[in-house]
């Protein structure tokens, strides 16, 4: 079965960081395309970053790019996040997804998920 697990979560003051982390269960998974979302309640999940299986292309939202850097250790099964001068804009629910196949920047061509991790961000 796969799974996607994440830790890192917390919280933080505003201009802080986290170094987020995502560990696939299997060896498999572990080399798809990774990506991190990031849901606030009531909206739609809003892509972040996204890592090749290689980690030689990555993809930032332009509302993270610049703060937040995308990395994976295939030989750990992990990918991480992360996140710098955060701000109360950023505090929500992240999740790591994979998938086979090309990039992407949409939730519903992600078939594999975690759970999700929280940062919150005091001001």
């Known amino acids: 079965q796969v799974q996607l697990v994440e830790s890192g979560g917390g919280l933080v003051q505003a201009g802080g960081s986290l170094r987020l982390s995502c560990a696939a269960s299997?060896?498999?998974?572990?080399?798809?395309?990774k990506a991190w979302f990031r849901q606030a309640p009531g909206r739609e999940r809003e892509f972040v970053a996204a890592?090749?299986?290689?980690?030689?292309?990555?993809d930032d939202a332009d509302s993270v790019k610049g703060r937040f850097t995308i990395s994976r250790e295939n030989a750990k099964n992990t990918v991480h996040l992360q996140t710098t001068s955060l701000t109360p804009a950023d505090a929500t629910t992240y999740y790591c997804?994979?998938?086979?196949?090309?990039?992407?920047?949409?939730?519903?061509?992600?078939?594999?998920w975690g759970q999700g991790t929280q940062i919150t961000v005091s001001s």
């Open positions: 997804a994979a998938r086979e196949g090309a990039q992407s920047t949409r939730a519903y061509e992600y078939p594999y």
């Open positions: 890592i090749s299986w290689n980690g030689g292309s990555t």
């Open positions: 299997t060896r498999t998974i572990s080399y798809y395309r």
